[in-house]
Structures are given as structure tokens and as C-alpha cells.
């Protein structure tokens, strides 16, 4: 039987340049006109499609044979991408000698060639073949049909649809250059396009939903193999409808690793971007307290670690412990010492914020060999940099990069608050200790919450400041509590002469509330369960002399007891 054209019903020519901008005919969200009952009938088409079928590695099965779950599908897909290392060679002659005829630029508009394009030949009518016009399936009259693949490549089978190059051209950026790029075989009635086994499936969904806009799987493993297709053939609409769908279904940290993991290509694509979001926001707030979770975290790929550490919430004691986490991670996945600096330099060293790590810690990764000699200078100077900073320009120079996917200077929800510390060694050893806490966090303390900061030294020993909401001596009313502790336990005994002080209103100067002495031993504190010598209420109002711009500021000095 022959096939029906019909010129003036398939003239390209009516595709203008307009139809490639976002909200033209490829990809356009608005409702699209049903085409299903064109597809693979032979009275609305004018070319016919022969998709050779190759086998994949002997490894690799078709999915429906062996994909029963998200983790099957991750692991087939990994084969394909050996598979389609060792075709590269293959794939790229067969790209020069589609490329000789087919120029990379349409109307004005350029398409990149990447490396696992898909790969299309355009033929002449054979001569000896007869066809069943509606047929999806083996075609025997196909198998000495002599394809560029076949010095490499068995062809397990084809299959034949008829299409209609219009339909196809309007939502493919891809199919609308194979039709379209002027040279005689864009006229040709035959197309063949070689894809593998496992891709077999996935593709025919594709074709359908070009014409139908829908889909009828609605399985992960399937889902992701027509997004991918999609993306091979360049259907924007297709992957923002597998998009969605994925998005309903319900999400588990193996599927949001599996689609984190997905090829570049797909992950950086518009469509593509809603399901990753949702993707590291799942797995950010899974590990949200990591501390909880430190052997599944240790566990995670590369991609699940960025989703967890890129986080503001991440709830740790201090930017020290993600530092010495994501050291002891690399140090797990990447054995050899070059590998480990170079993911360091490329995706880890992004994920610390170092100026948030204390300068005893910021010391060891100037010394650290995991790090390239060149940029642990340079991060650790910048992190003392904006130590030196005051309050107003760290403030200007976090908010600056909110929007921005890896913060630097942003805090993270910290667990144990950040101090800054000035050391003196003569005359005596000594050190000023500074803590600011935000109004919403001593909100939070009532009535008989506490907050503790990172630790600090003082002549070899480790120091905290704890901050409380609790019942005054006579329990009558609450107040503000300021202690200082020692961090060793045992026998350990050491004498400290201390004064603790606070900025306020109207001078804003630091005011000297208590000094004293104490001979700390190991797990003991001192402080006063009523800093400011007023109740809760008046510390908390909002005319309160101690809150400047939103901020407590507390300052302690230590000094060793000769």
C-alpha cells in the first residue's frame, strides 16, 4: 500500500522561528490539540520511521524484564552508560556522517551536539519492500536492511511507524532538523533511527505522546526512562509532563538519589529543575540532624552529600563538625589522595562555610593534605577576613548571597552558638570571648530553655558559654542566666579570674555586670541566674536596653589565675 502525503497539509514552511521560544510550539504548557488518532496511521502520515533495534551489553536486559524497582532501574542505567562508552566510536561516525548533511543551525537557532544525541539516517523508499501501514513490531522484510551500525552492531529487529513530520517537527527541536535541513534526503520517505533494547519502550511512549500529549505509564522506572528519552530527542513538553508526574508520586530517599542522579544534561534542563529541587529538599530534610543519621549520611553519593551540606537548616553543633564529617566522607568514597583533592576543589570545598569554623579548626586545614596546596591559603584567609568583619558587614555580605546555591557566609542552624575570640599570651594568658544571640533565639529560651556556644580555649582548656531561661532564686518571676563552663571532666582544677559584660542602650558600650574568680573543675560552671537583674518580661520588650538592632551582645574576659 502506498503512503498517503499530502504537501500542503505537511509544509514545514508554516512552522515559523516564533514556535521555538519558550511559549511556542515545543514545550508549551497550554492545552495542545489530541493528535492520537493520527498516530502510526498511514492516512495521516507522510514518512515512515524505522527504529533498529540493538542489543544492549550482555549485562543489561530490557527494564521490563528486569526493572521491579527504582533500584533496578539505577542499576541497568549505569550499565547503558558503560554500554554506550564502549559505542562512543560508533556513535560519533555515525553523527559526522549525519552532521555532513544536516547543519547545526535552523532558522537562526543553534542546537549543541552532545555526546549521547540520538542518531538518525534518512533513506530512499526500498524497492522490494511491502508494508503493513499500521503495524508496531518485528518486520522481517527489514533484515537485510544495511544500516551504518551493522559493521558494529546486530540488529535485533525493527520496528515500523508511520509519522507525520509536522506533528514530530513541532515538538522536537531534533526531529524538526532531521526534516528540515534543506538537503535532498529530507525529502526521503524513510527514516531510520538505531536506539537500544532498553530504550525501545520508552521511545514508542515518546512517539505517542508527541501526538497525544499523554502518557499511559505512570511507574517511576518507567517514567524516568521516557524522561530520558525525551530529553535524547529534545521534547521539552514530554519531560515537564514526566516531571509532574514523578512530583505526585510519593518520594523516598532512593528515589530522590536516583534523581539526583540523573544524566546533567536532564538535571540542567528547565523542565527537569521543579523535580530536583524537590529531589534535595526531600534528602535536606531527612538528615536535617545529621548527628541522628551519621552512618546513612556516610553511606550517601556524591549527590546526596550536596543536597544534605548545601543546607541553611542543617542542624549541627558547629560548621567544625561538617568540616571533619564531609574529611571523613571523602576520605571513605575517594581513597587516593588525588581524586580526594580534586573533588575537594570541584564539589566539596563549596559545601563548608569556613568562616564559621573556629580558628583552632581553620589552623588544621592549612596543614590538612586532603586540601590543594593553593586553595587552603585562600579560603582559610577569607574566612578571617570576615571574622575581622563587624557584625554590620558580615550581615551585608550573607545577605548578599541567599539566593546563591552554595552559601559561604551565611549561618547555618547551629546547634552551639559561634563566638569570636581574641587570645593574649603576656602578661598573662587571657582571652575576650564575644556571643551575640538574636532576639528569636532567647525568645525561644522561655521558660526554661538553654543555649550553649561552641567551645573556646583558655591555656589548654576547653571553655563554653551556656545562656538560660529559668525561675530566679526566690521563684518568682524568669529571668536571663549566663554561665561559663569548663569542657574537661576529672580531676582537672583551674583557676580563672572572669568578668562578664553586655552592650547597651544609649551609649551601646559594653557594661560590666559581674567579675569574680572561680577555680573550675572538671564539669563545673559559674555564672548568675539573673544577668541583668530584671525579670523576663522586661528583657524580652521591646524597649528593652539590651537588644541592639535585634541582637544580644555578650562578652566575657578570662583571664589565668598566676
Known sequence: MKVLKVPDLFDLSTIMVSDFSPGGAFGSDTTEPDFGFAFNDSNFSDRVLRIEIMPDSPETKSDGDCCSSIADWARNRKRRREDFKKEIDVVQRQEQVLNCNVPDTVDGLTYENRDDDAVAMIEGSPSDVGLNCNQIGNDTAYDNYSSLNKDHLTVLRVNIIHISSPILAAKSPFFYKLFSNGMTESEQLYVTLPVHASEETALLDLLNFMYSNTLSTTTPTALLDVLMAADKFEVASCMRYCNRLLQNLPMTCESALLYLDLPSTVLMADAVQPLADAAKQFLAAKYKDVTNFQD????????????????????????????????????????????????????????????????????????????????????????????????????????????????????????????????????????????????????HLFPGGKVYSQAFHLGGQGFFFSAHCHMDQQSSFHCFGLFLGMQEKGPVTFAVDYEFAARSKPTEDYISKYKGNYTFTGGKAVGYRNLFGIPWTAFMADDSNYFINGVLHLRAELTVRQ
Open 296 to 443: 546513612e549520611v556516610l553511606n550517601l553519593p556524591l549527590a546526596g552529600i550536596e543536597a544534605v551540606f548545601s543546607s541553611d537548616d542543617l542542624q549541627v553543633a558547629s560548621e567544625d563538625v561538617v568540616y571533619d564529617f564531609l574529611l571523613k566522607w571523602a576520605r571513605t568514597h575517594y581513597p587516593k589522595m588525588e581524586e580526594r583533592r580534586r573533588v575537594f576543589a570541584t564539589r566539596l570545598g563549596r559545601l563548608i562555610r569556613f568562616p564559621h569554623m573556629t580558628c583552632r579548626k581553620l589552623k588544621k586545614v592549612l596543614t590538612c593534605n586532603d586540601f590543594d596546596a593553593e586553595i587552603a591559603p585562600k579560603v582559610v584567609l577569607e574566612a578571617l577576613f570576615f571574622k575581622a568583619e563587624t557584625p554590620h558587614k558580615q550581615r551585608a555580605l550573607a545577605s548578599e548571597e541567599v539566593n546563591a546555591p552554595y552559601r559561604h557566609f551565611l549561618e547555618r542552624a547551629y546547634k552551639y552558638r559561634p563566638v569570636k575570640v581574641v587570645e593574649f599570651e603576656k602578661p598573662r594568658k587571657q582571652c575576650v570571648v564575644y556571643l551575640d544571640l538574636k532576639r528569636e533565639e532567647c525568645a
